[in-house]
């Protein structure tokens, strides 16, 4: 494990969680950095990214207005605030680096590196 997320848990449907991920392996400095997430019983998808040097943000259509992501290179620590939850945010969340985030590609399941994930559970 290069990167350990913390800050899951369970939520009522409209509540907030945030997210973060740290490392003491991986420099993030330099790294796009990302989340993903995966439900059960689905594949994996692209939640959110952020380019190396913070001048590109991306956010899938299912979460723009509600999520923002952050990142201190100095701390190492990225985060994902998540506002409005919905059931539908039920998921594994993951967070990685050194991937594709980018205006022309947004953002791609490419990356190496790899935390744990954080289990998000959002209730009705």
């Known amino acids: 494990v290069q990167m350990v997320e913390s800050g899951g848990g369970l939520v009522q449907a409209g509540g907030s969680l945030k997210l973060s991920c740290t490392s003491p392996r991986v420099d993030f400095d330099g790294y796009n950095m990302a989340w993903f997430r995966q439900a059960p019983g689905k594949e994996r998808e692209g939640v959110s990214c952020?380019?190396?040097?913070?001048?590109?943000?991306y956010y899938r259509d299912s979460v723009k207005g509600r999520f923002t992501i952050s990142i201190d290179n100095a701390k190492k620590t990225l985060w994902l605030q998540m506002n409005s939850l919905k059931p539908e945010d039920t998921a594994t969340y993951y967070c990685?680096?050194?991937?594709?985030?980018?205006?022309?590609?947004?953002?791609?399941?490419?990356?190496?590196?790899w935390g744990q994930g954080t289990q998000v559970t959002v209730s009705s």
């Open positions: 952020i380019s190396w040097n913070g001048a590109y943000e």
């Open positions: 990685a680096a050194a991937g594709t985030c980018n205006a022309n590609e947004g953002l791609l399941n490419d990356y190496p590196h």
